[in-house]
């Protein structure tokens, strides 16, 4: 059974338009996060959720907006696409929010190009 | 803020012998540091924690020191194989965590020659 999954695992839209790509773990962790890593392959974190608490990266466009149905999903939803979007997104859940053992494990990543 | 840097961008060993992947950080120490293996097209691994109070890890081939005076880890890989060829990512952790719970390197492309 695969730990962290998204879909999908390409996505190819135009600019302006708006999409949302879908995570969902089945560890029972309760906190999830969205990381971004460019073309020089550098992963920065673009959000952390768990049940009570969003933290948001400042750097972060509000173009960008994760939406949690339960704990198991994490959603990334995107308006208005630009260029620079492009990248490939990772979901990844750790059983807890900044604790001693913080572990994370990560969805295989989904490759978006915005054209 | 914090700027964590990884040993040149690509590293080349001849297989058997050790690897050792750099991770250095500036500013304030993080209460533990991880490390991850990442191939062409995956997410990343979880391999190793150390935490600040801690010297060094170990787990089968793998070593991971921590030297918070130097500010600096050392991941090592003894008798390494063509099948530990991948990107190793370093990543410090605070307590508190949140969004700044982890921030990664960019990473070592470590090649293991046959």
């Known amino acids: 059974d695969t730990a962290v999954s998204q879909t999908p695992k390409y996505l190819v839209t135009q600019m302006g338009n708006d999409k949302s790509i879908k995570c969902e773990q089945n560890l029972g962790h309760d906190t999830m996060y969205w990381y971004k890593q460019d073309s020089k392959k550098f992963l920065k974190i673009m959000f952390s959720y768990n049940n009570k608490e969003l933290i948001i990266n400042e750097t972060v466009p509000n173009r960008f907006s994760p939406k949690s149905p339960d704990k198991a999903h994490l959603n990334l939803h995107i308006n208005s696409l630009e260029l620079g979007d492009s990248a490939v997104y990772f979901c990844?859940?750790?059983?807890?929010?900044?604790?001693?053992?913080?572990?994370?494990?990560f969805g295989p990543g989904t490759r978006l190009t915005v054209l | 803020s914090q700027k964590i840097e990884q040993n040149s961008e690509a590293l080349n060993i001849q297989e058997g012998k050790t690897a050792t992947l750099t991770c250095n950080y500036t500013?304030?120490?993080?209460?533990?540091l991880q490390w991850y293996r990442q191939d062409p097209g995956r997410g990343p691994v979880f391999l190793l924690l150390i935490r600040e109070n801690e010297k060094e890890k170990r787990k089968e081939r793998l070593k991971v020191t921590f030297d918070t005076t130097l500010k600096q880890s050392l991941f090592h890989i003894t008798a390494s194989q063509p099948a530990d060829s991948a990107t190793y990512l370093c990543?410090?952790?605070?307590?508190?965590?949140?969004?700044?719970?982890?921030?990664f390197g960019k990473g070592t492309h470590l090649i293991i020659q046959p």
């Open positions: 500013n304030y120490s993080p209460a533990y």
């Open positions: 990543a410090l952790g605070y307590s508190g965590g949140g969004a700044d719970g982890l921030t």
């Open positions: 990844a859940s750790s059983q807890d929010m900044g604790g001693s053992t913080d572990t994370q494990y």
